[in-house]
């Protein structure tokens, strides 16, 4: 096989499977790992994917690379609405309960469900604090829900409203649960977001929730963006739709994390 027609597997193997090993490759191909690390190269100065430790990702697995918002909302449609009922599930049945619904795609789900969200008792109360326009937005029509929106700069491309006087906020309040979204989570690297300003928000999110649930379908998983925001021990409780990784999942209980699998 020329080097070129392998080259060419290589970057189509990348495209589909998200990743590739060194060791895989040089299995597959029969060639040394020498070898693979030159076709490698060759294809990252063509663009075709990205160089990391041990391996290659696709391009678009960039550590700053974020779609729109709109662009993710009709990803994995079905996996996020898995992952939102049984987030619903978890909200309290109390007289006075209050939750942080962060911005996301997969939180916004959450956000179409509790639009319609009638109280299990009458009187009971349901405080919902968001800097997410859009989950803010379906909300305000529901008259059972006691609606927060948190004040700040709004970030165009997610729609999340984030900025000091957000933090700020967020550092007097002390809600019972805070549902948060993930660009990735790693066993070594923790949750990770792209953009700074967003991850200092998702971060102070975290430090004022009395329980911490974090909504991630499983493209999320074993992945890592440009800045962690919270350890995997700063959460309670991991929703997604597959099994994480053995590596992961061995993270995730050495940190105590109760994984549930919608």
């Not at 929703?239 to 994480?244: G, H, K, M, Q, Y």
């Given at each position: 096989?020329?080097?070129?027609?392998?080259?060419?597997?290589?970057?189509?193997?990348?495209s589909?499977?998200?990743?590739?090993?060194?060791?895989?490759?040089?299995?597959?191909?029969n060639?040394?790992?020498?070898?693979?690390?030159?076709?490698?190269?060759?294809?990252?100065?063509?663009?075709?994917?990205?160089?990391?430790?041990?391996?290659?990702?696709?391009?678009?697995?960039?550590?700053?690379?974020?779609p729109?918002?709109?662009?993710?909302?009709?990803?994995?449609?079905?996996?996020?609405?898995r992952?939102?009922?049984?987030?619903?599930?978890?909200?309290?049945?109390s007289?006075?309960?209050?939750?942080?619904?962060?911005?996301?795609?997969?939180?916004?789900?959450?956000?179409?469900?509790?639009?319609?969200?009638?109280?299990?008792?009458p009187g009971?109360?349901?405080?919902?604090i968001?800097?997410?326009?859009?989950?803010?937005?379906?909300?305000s029509?529901?008259?059972?829900?006691?609606?927060?929106?948190l004040g700040?700069?709004?970030?165009?491309?997610?729609s999340a409203?984030?900025?000091?006087?957000?933090?700020?906020?967020?550092s007097?309040?002390r809600?019972?649960?805070?549902?948060?979204?993930?660009?990735?989570?790693?066993?070594?690297?923790?949750?990770?977001?792209?953009?700074?300003?967003?991850?200092?928000?998702?971060?102070?999110i975290?430090r004022?929730?009395r329980?911490?649930?974090?909504l991630a379908?499983?493209?999320?998983?074993d992945?890592?963006?440009?800045?962690c925001?919270?350890?995997?021990a700063?959460?309670?409780?991991?929703?997604?739709?597959a099994?994480?990784?053995?590596?992961?999942?061995?993270?995730?209980?050495?940190?105590?994390?109760?994984?549930?699998?919608?």
């Amino acid at each position: 096989m020329f080097a070129e027609e392998r080259q060419l597997l290589i970057a189509t193997l990348v495209s589909d499977r998200g990743r590739v090993t060194v060791s895989d490759l040089a299995s597959r191909f029969n060639i040394t790992s020498e070898t693979v690390r030159r076709d490698l190269d060759t294809l990252e100065t063509a663009r075709q994917l990205r160089r990391v430790h041990g391996g290659a990702v696709a391009i678009d697995r960039m550590s700053m690379s974020e779609p729109s918002i709109q662009e993710r909302q009709s990803q994995r449609l079905d996996q996020k609405t898995r992952i939102a009922e049984a987030a619903l599930a978890m909200i309290p049945t109390s007289r006075t309960g209050s939750i942080i619904l962060d911005a996301g795609t997969t939180t916004e789900r959450l956000g179409d469900l509790l639009a319609t969200w009638t109280p299990p008792a009458p009187g009971d109360q349901l405080l919902v604090i968001t800097n997410a326009l859009p989950i803010a937005w379906k909300l305000s029509n529901n008259t059972a829900i006691h609606l927060h929106v948190l004040g700040g700069r709004v970030r165009g491309l997610t729609s999340a409203i984030v900025g000091s006087s957000t933090i700020e906020q967020l550092s007097a309040l002390r809600p019972d649960i805070a549902f948060i979204g993930a660009n990735g989570i790693n066993a070594q690297f923790g949750l990770s977001t792209p953009d700074s300003v967003e991850a200092a928000v998702k971060s102070a999110i975290v430090r004022a929730a009395r329980r911490v649930v974090a909504l991630a379908d499983s493209s999320k998983l074993d992945e890592e963006t440009l800045v962690c925001f919270a350890a995997l021990a700063d959460i309670d409780t991991l929703i997604t739709d597959a099994a994480p990784s053995a590596e992961l999942a061995a993270a995730l209980a050495a940190a105590d994390v109760e994984v549930v699998i919608a």
